[in-house]
């Protein structure tokens, strides 16, 4: 079982839609949670973070953890052509020194 | 915010020749970097941790003497490639933290593409 696991897609929606991704992980001592976006021949840069269970929201981004089942997933509303990037989740180890990515969600915007 | 820079952003070299890459921080006291790769459609593997003036911690399968890793003063860590071959081609990423802070407070350099002929 991988650490970290997403969905590769690619997920498809319309501009304008929500785009939901998804993401779960493996080590239950995990407390520090990340959703990372980068485009194609770029490095990652921070979307969002997230260390409680339920909804934390930034502009059009709103992420969601779900400790007891060991899921976080991101939200992006009003999706816009821009928003096309693999979408990588990440995880703080339970020593809280190593970042542990996910493969990455790649997401297509439809104008 | 706080700007990681990488040298080169693309290299290209002979199957058994070394190469160097530099990750910087540019206005902040990098006390912490780490080193990435990423292979094609696959996740950032971290390849090992460097702290300024101590031995570099690499993680299991990273082969320590082929990938060695200088993190001489606060603001620069170095990665060199040794006898490269055409299967280390990958995007090279390295990331810095200054002190006290989680690695989440991490910032990505540019990254660096390597590709081994």
């Known amino acids: 079982q991988k650490e970290v696991e997403q969905n590769s897609g690619p997920l498809s929606v319309p501009e304008g839609a929500i785009a939901s991704l998804n993401c779960t992980y493996s080590d239950r001592g995990s407390q520090s949670f990340f959703w990372y976006r980068q485009y194609s021949g770029k490095s990652p840069e921070l979307i969002m973070f997230?260390?409680?269970?339920g909804d934390k929201e930034d502009g059009r981004f709103t992420a969601q953890l779900n400790k007891a089942s060991q899921y976080v997933s991101l939200l992006i509303r009003d999706s816009q052509p821009s928003d096309s990037a693999t979408y990588l989740c990440?995880?703080?180890?339970?020593?809280?020194?190593?970042?542990?990515f996910g493969a990455g969600t790649r997401l297509f915007v439809k104008a | 915010g706080a700007v990681v820079s990488q040298h080169p952003s693309r290299v290209i070299c002979k199957s058994g020749t070394s190469v160097k890459i530099e990750c910087r921080s540019l206005?902040?006291?990098?006390?912490?970097m780490f080193w990435y790769r990423q292979f094609p459609k696959q996740s950032l593997m971290l390849m090992a941790t460097?702290?300024?003036?101590?031995?570099?911690?690499?993680e299991q399968g990273v082969e320590k003497d082929k990938f060695l890793i200088n993190h001489a003063s606060l603001t620069l860590s170095t990665l060199t490639v040794t006898s490269a071959h055409p299967e280390d081609s990958s995007f090279y990423i390295c990331s810095a933290i200054t002190s006290g802070r989680a690695a989440y407070e991490q910032y990505f350099g540019p990254g660096t593409r390597l590709t081994v002929t």
């Open positions: 990440a995880v703080l180890n339970t020593g809280g020194f190593k970042t542990i």
């Open positions: 206005d902040f006291q990098a006390t912490t």
């Open positions: 997230i260390y409680s269970n």
């Open positions: 460097s702290n300024e003036g101590s031995k570099a911690t690499y």
